[in-house]
């Protein structure tokens, strides 16, 4: 269980980077798997302590075994990790653009897999050992900014038309096609599709649909809190509104539209994930 989380905000000149910072620490007498929902994001994990696997139903290759700090995604299926122990460390979501440029590499490379970072980037596993021997999670988030700035200093931009493309379909929510993406931007749709899943992992389709699952999972674990909290008040989930008022507000077809999409991301229907115990992690 999760027995300490402290969060940190990054630097100003950080923010349109990195959100925040999650600094944690938890302990698991026994084995404890949570399932991961799929995401259009990067997971960092700069760890210490009990390590864990990251394993993916699909594809056991895909995965990573006992290791406390690792990259994973983005990720178009859901995957589960397994830890017992005591752990700590500090986790960072990053968009597929603020990805693509802090790691300075296409994350076409990176889709669909988790990586210990001790194999993947130096810089990162020099970072998690200096974390590790920080006294106080104020000093940690300050070393991470530290590291970020660097990283960006020596890193180039992202192509601007691929930038706006990801700002225009991820401020619609996933609700712009690719046909009008690709006129926004001036490409081909294939031109369109090829560049955006080689520099940010997945196709515009897939991301337009992890958008708008993320959205709709996301109210699914405040509707959870609420509840929790002993708040009435309608939310967007099953058991505050029902599942069909769901679907309709996060613009998928019908009730049934909804849970299949669920099934394939999450591993799960909304229903079973709002309810308490679920080991699932929440990307909110």
Same mark, same amino acid.
């Given at each position: 269980?999760?027995?300490?989380?402290?969060?940190?905000?990054?630097?100003?000149?950080?923010?349109?980077?990195?959100?925040?910072?999650?600094?944690?620490?938890?302990?698991?007498?026994?084995?404890?798997?949570?399932?991961?929902?799929?995401? $259009?994001?990067?997971?960092?994990?700069?760890?210490?302590?009990?390590?864990?696997?990251?394993?993916?139903?699909?594809?056991?290759?895909?995965?990573?075994?006992?290791?406390?700090?690792?990259?994973?995604?983005?990720?178009?299926?859901?995957?589960?990790?397994?830890? $017992?122990?005591?752990?700590?460390?500090?986790?960072?979501?990053?968009?597929?653009?603020?990805?693509?440029?802090?790691?300075?590499?296409?994350?076409?490379?990176?889709?669909?897999?988790?990586?210990?970072?001790?194999?993947?980037?130096?810089?990162?596993?020099?970072?998690?050992?200096?974390?590790?021997?920080?006294?106080?999670?104020?000093?940690?988030?300050?070393?991470?900014?530290?590291?970020?700035?660097?990283?960006?200093?020596?890193?180039?931009?992202?192509?601007?038309?691929?930038?706006?493309?990801?700002?225009?379909?991820? #401020?619609?929510?996933?609700?712009?096609?690719?046909?009008?993406?690709?006129?926004?931007?001036?490409?081909?749709?294939?031109?369109?599709?090829?560049?955006?899943?080689?520099?940010?992992?997945?196709?515009?389709?897939?991301?337009?649909?992890?958008?708008?699952?993320?959205?709709?999972?996301?109210?699914?674990?405040?509707?959870?809190?609420?509840?929790?909290?002993?708040?009435?008040?309608?939310?967007? #989930?099953?058991?505050?509104?029902? #599942?069909?008022?769901?679907?309709?507000?996060?613009?998928?077809?019908?009730?049934?539209?909804?849970?299949?999409?669920?099934?394939?991301?999450?591993?799960?229907?909304?229903?079973?994930?709002?309810?308490?115990?679920?080991?699932?992690?929440?990307?909110?």
């Amino acid at each position: 269980m999760l027995t300490e989380a402290v969060i940190g905000l990054p630097d100003p000149r950080l923010r349109r980077y990195v959100d925040r910072y999650l600094g944690y620490r938890e302990q698991a007498a026994g084995p404890l798997v949570r399932r991961e929902a799929a995401g $259009a994001f990067v997971v960092l994990i700069l760890g210490w302590g009990a390590p864990l696997d990251v394993t993916d139903p699909r594809a056991a290759d895909r995965g990573a075994h006992a290791t406390n700090a690792f990259l994973a995604g983005p990720f178009d299926g859901w995957c589960a990790t397994r830890t $017992a122990g005591e752990g700590a460390g500090v986790q960072v979501l990053l968009s597929a653009p603020a990805a693509r440029r802090l790691l300075g590499l296409p994350l076409g490379e990176l889709a669909n897999r988790a990586v210990p970072v001790d194999r993947f980037a130096g810089w990162l596993a020099r970072l998690r050992d200096e974390l590790a021997g920080l006294p106080d999670w104020a000093g940690r988030f300050a070393r991470l900014d530290a590291a970020l700035a660097a990283r960006l200093a020596v890193t180039g931009p992202v192509d601007p038309r691929l930038l706006r493309a990801w700002r225009l379909l991820d #401020g619609s929510g996933g609700g712009l096609g690719v046909a009008a993406l690709a006129e926004e931007v001036g490409w081909s749709r294939r031109h369109l599709a090829v560049r955006f899943r080689r520099e940010f992992g997945l196709p515009p389709k897939t991301v337009a649909r992890l958008l708008r699952f993320q959205r709709a999972y996301a109210m699914v674990g405040h509707t959870l809190v609420t509840a929790e909290a002993g708040d009435t008040h309608p939310a967007a #989930g099953p058991g505050c509104g029902g #599942g069909a008022e769901l679907a309709a507000r996060c613009g998928y077809y019908d009730q049934s539209h909804l849970i299949r999409e669920f099934r394939e991301f999450s591993g799960a229907t909304p229903a079973a994930l709002a309810r308490p115990g679920s080991h699932s992690s929440n990307p909110d």
